[in-house]
């Protein structure tokens, strides 16, 4: 055991890097720390140098007596990042390592933090000169999909969730209200539509109206200050399809790849603290200030928590390994009288509530603390945080599915996202600029409501599959799962042993009535609510009305419904013929889930 963590000690000392490897080890909260150059307004301003940077840490530094303050403390990190360091080298030490673990199914973290023009927006979205960490993750993520030759599948979902004021929006979906809810132990941002993206131009899409919609605001320290919290969540599912959709023959090479693992990346960009006499906030700017200021000393408070409460246990850890019953009892008294806190006060702010199945531990975290050496008491100030987020101990958990049902929920999704890509990449344009006389649709009403989208195309008609939706290798597996039905991951064959009741075509609504229909109109005669649930009811409108265009395209009218399936009284597949029966029961089955959604 004392073997094991001296290497692993020494791997982090060699190497300076966060060691993963192992998942089921306590692990730590990889802290960096990154100078920025002096800008213009320092520069004009003659600017002193108060700190010193060394390979992995800082010393406070004497302008006047140019030397290292006397008796000062060093503060040291996992990395020091230069003012000429480029984001890639940042982006290789801090956050390749959690982006290859969110391959495997872990949950990761990359927080900026610092004060006010310290740099974290640059370090997260970059410059013209200087790519940042949400695009040089963009690319590694697709070129390790594209070099994925072991036949799994990808979904990338992106959402992107602002804090402003203490209000968490929807910032990709018309500022949509997001609400926090828990379940199953988890903190869910219940209401927020996240994005299918199949590429990197769909990719660079989101990140400029990412860029476009961000609330920024000028102030004296920051021409482009951020003036709330983004936090990018990405999405990674992952499918082991080479079992030709057999959830069976996935489960049995599970050791090395489970069949299905999902993984939520977090890209935090916080709002810096500020001081008003430096950022001379007024108003509106105040009001901001005072709520960001607040967030972050609730932030501070929590990892100082967590920071303790990992103090504590790891003195247990230690007690119960030492057999010595003296040192045994002198560790207990220590940790019976070390303080432990109560609780920690995620609720105390949105951001923390936010981030606290991460900050709880289920997620790889790394920190990057933004800084300037122009500036002694708020460099310090960040650095102390630092400090405290290192102790932070974690132990995250892989993400993997192991119910048949989740799995053939997932294949399903992958078939339908397949034919929309198919679909996409024959017409590029087709997302963005929908012909037949729908006007110009924004990018957030992509991907459609699958549900809305058929209610409306399927009013009269009923349709089939086209029969080659898509090319590519690993979707040969469904279609080749088509072509022989008893292994078929996306339809049922056979007879049918709980019949259902045909309920699609009663629910199926018209385009007029849902364009009436309103959203939340319990709510809805008090001021911003009702707007708010208008604006939701144009939205799905429009959705609805492109999507009835999207599908009418994509899948072939075969006509009415002869079938016996039209009458709402009979069970689906029961009375078709053989060839029938399948076809039928799927499309009911489809229509009653997705309607039902
Ligand atoms: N590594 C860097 N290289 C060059 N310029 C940088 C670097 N980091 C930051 N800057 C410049 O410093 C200024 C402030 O940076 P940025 O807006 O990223 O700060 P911030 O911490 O996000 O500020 P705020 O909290 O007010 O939003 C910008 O003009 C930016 O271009």
Redesign the pocket.
């Known amino acids: 055991m004392v073997f094991r963590n001296l290497t692993f000690f020494y791997r982090i000392m060699e190497t300076g890097e966060l060691d993963i490897s192992s998942p089921s080890e306590m692990t730590k909260v990889s802290v960096a720390v990154?100078v920025?150059?002096l800008?213009e307004r320092e520069k004009k301003g003659d600017a002193q140098i108060h700190w010193q940077i060394g390979p992995q840490d800082l010393r406070p530094f004497d302008p006047e007596a140019k030397r290292i303050v006397p008796n000062s403390s060093t503060y040291t990190y996992d990395h020091v990042f230069t003012?000429s360091?480029q984001?890639q080298q940042v982006y290789d030490k801090v956050v390749s390592p959690i982006v290859k673990q969110a391959f495997k199914g872990f949950n990761g973290t990359i927080l900026?933090y610092?004060?006010?023009?310290?740099?974290?927006?640059?370090?997260l979205y970059g410059?013209n000169d200087?790519k940042g960490i949400i695009l040089l993750f963009a690319d590694h993520l697709f070129q390790q999909i594209k070099a994925d030759e072991t036949g799994r599948q990808y979904i990338i979902k992106v959402g992107l969730i602002e804090i402003y004021n203490e209000k968490v929006s929807d910032l990709l979906n018309s500022y949509n209200p997001i609400e926090l809810q828990e379940r199953d132990g988890s903190i869910v941002p219940h209401g927020l539509e996240e994005l299918t993206v199949f590429d990197i131009d769909d990719w660079k899409k989101v990140t400029e109206r990412v860029q476009r919609e961000r609330k920024?605001g000028e102030?004296r320290?920051?021409?482009?200050?951020?003036r709330s919290h983004t936090i990018l969540r990405v999405t990674i599912e992952s499918f082991d399809l080479t079992s030709n959709g057999s959830f069976d023959e996935a489960q049995e090479n599970s050791e090395q790849s489970p069949p299905l693992t999902t993984a939520v990346l977090h890209f935090v960009?916080?709002?810096?603290s500020?001081k008003q006499s430096q950022t001379g906030a007024e108003g509106e700017r105040f009001r901001e200030q005072v709520n960001i200021n607040m967030s972050l000393s609730v932030l501070s408070r929590v990892i100082q928590q967590l920071s303790e409460q990992a103090s504590v246990s790891s003195f247990e850890g230690r007690s119960s390994s030492n057999d010595h019953s003296l040192a045994k009892a002198m560790v207990n008294s220590m940790v019976r009288t070390a303080p432990r806190p109560r609780f920690i006060n995620f609720r105390d702010s949105k951001l923390t509530r936010l981030l606290q199945n991460s900050l709880n531990g289920n997620a790889y975290i790394s920190m990057v603390c933004?800084v300037t050496i122009a500036s002694f008491e708020e460099t310090k100030s960040t650095l102390l945080f630092a400090q405290q987020a290192k102790k932070i101990q974690i132990r995250p958990k892989q993400n993997r599915f192991s119910t048949k049902s989740e799995y053939d929920k997932k294949l399903k999704e992958l078939h339908w996202l397949r034919i929309i890509q198919a679909r996409y990449k024959e017409e590029p344009d087709v997302r963005f600029n929908p012909r037949n006389n729908v006007p110009n649709i924004p990018f957030d009403f992509f991907p459609l409501n699958p549900g809305i989208a058929l209610s409306l195309v399927l009013q009269d008609h009923h349709y089939t599959l086209p029969k080659e939706p898509y090319s590519d290798r690993a979707n040969d597996k469904v279609r080749e799962s088509q072509s022989n039905p008893s292994r078929s991951p996306l339809l049922s064959s056979g007879p049918n042993k709980n019949p259902k009741k045909c309920r699609g075509v009663k629910v199926i609504k018209s385009i007029k009535k849902c364009t009436i229909r309103k959203h939340g109109s319990s709510r809805s005669k008090q001021g911003n609510v009702w707007s708010r649930a208008k604006k939701r009811t144009q939205k799905r409108a429009y959705q609805a009305l492109w999507g009835a265009l999207f599908w009418r395209e994509t899948f072939k009218i075969s006509g009415p419904c002869q079938k016996s399936c039209q009458n709402n009284d009979s069970t689906f597949g029961n009375e078709s013929k053989k060839g029938d029966q399948v076809e039928v029961g799927y499309r009911c089955k489809m229509l009653e889930e997705i309607i039902l959604d």
Request: aromatic content about 0%.
């Open positions: 990154r920025r150059p800008i003012q360091t984001t900026c610092g004060q006010t023009s310290s740099g974290k927006t640059h370090t410059s200087d920024i102030t320290m920051n021409k482009e200050s951020s960009d916080l709002a810096g500020e933004n």
